[in-house]
């Protein structure tokens, strides 16, 4: 079965702290990603990578950084967390393979910033 | 830039009916499309991915439908079950296979 793990389902954070979500696939893909999922907003592409310490921003990258060093795993950083953070994150991979290519998510980490 | 719309918001329906569930996107420009289903405070699940050159994928219950041309995807669920109840997201893919979503069908089926 192919996996997509993330570190935590839920963590609790204070207004300011660094915060770091991990996100680890087994199935060897090329492509990352992370996205946030608000009520009445949907998922938005916040960063992706197509290869290791290769990275892209997607449509909301202000206040967050990405790190991937090893091909399995993609790091989501918020900088200087903030209640307006507060959300949803969910990481997900997929080969690069153009139209055969499946995403795959993993179980969502549910972050509040207080 | 690509919008991706889904129709109805929500719907509720008696176990065993069979429903059809829309999705419609601006850019024909994708490499392909993908069902997932979504429980509540969960992640993502692929249920079926149509290739732009298809026209259509089936799974079980599900079938699910692709007219690139003219924008448009549905998802078939035959049979409805309490079980099936979730919300159901459509997205397309893009360069670097980003995806971009729609807003869900957010599906009740009652016994």
């Known amino acids: 079965d192919v996996k997509v793990t993330q570190s935590s389902r839920y963590l609790v954070k204070r207004t300011g702290e660094k915060v770091f979500l991990e996100c680890v696939q087994d199935?060897?893909?090329?492509?990352m990603f992370w996205y946030r999922q608000d009520p009445g907003l949907g998922l938005r592409l916040i960063y992706f990578?197509?290869?290791?310490?290769?990275?892209e921003k997607g449509d909301i990258p202000e206040g967050y950084s990405v790190s991937r060093e090893k091909k399995e795993r993609f790091s989501l950083i918020l900088e200087s967390a903030s209640t307006n953070q507060t959300s949803m994150y969910l990481c997900?991979?997929?080969?690069?393979?153009?139209?055969?290519?499946?995403?795959?998510f993993g179980q969502g980490t549910r972050l509040t910033v207080v | 830039k690509q919008e991706v719309t889904q129709i109805p918001a929500a719907l509720s329906v008696p176990e065993g009916e069979n429903l059809v569930l829309n999705c419609s996107f601006t850019?024909?420009?994708?490499?392909?499309l993908q069902w997932f289903r979504q429980d509540p405070g969960k992640g993502l699940t692929s249920l079926l991915l149509?290739?732009?050159?298809?026209r259509e994928q089936t799974s079980g219950r599900l079938n699910a439908s692709l007219d690139k041309s003219s924008g448009r995807s549905t998802l078939y669920i035959a049979a409805s079950q309490p079980g099936d109840s979730a919300t159901y997201l459509c997205?397309?893919?893009?360069?670097?296979?980003?995806?971009?979503f729609g807003a869900g069908t957010r599906l009740a089926v009652h016994p």
């Open positions: 997900a991979s997929s080969s690069s393979g153009g139209g055969l290519s499946e995403a795959f």
């Open positions: 850019d024909s420009a994708i490499y392909n």
């Open positions: 149509i290739q732009s050159s298809q």
């Open positions: 199935m060897d893909h090329e492509n």
């Open positions: 997205a397309v893919s893009g360069g670097y296979n980003k995806l971009i």
């Open positions: 990578s197509y290869d290791v310490k290769m990275k």
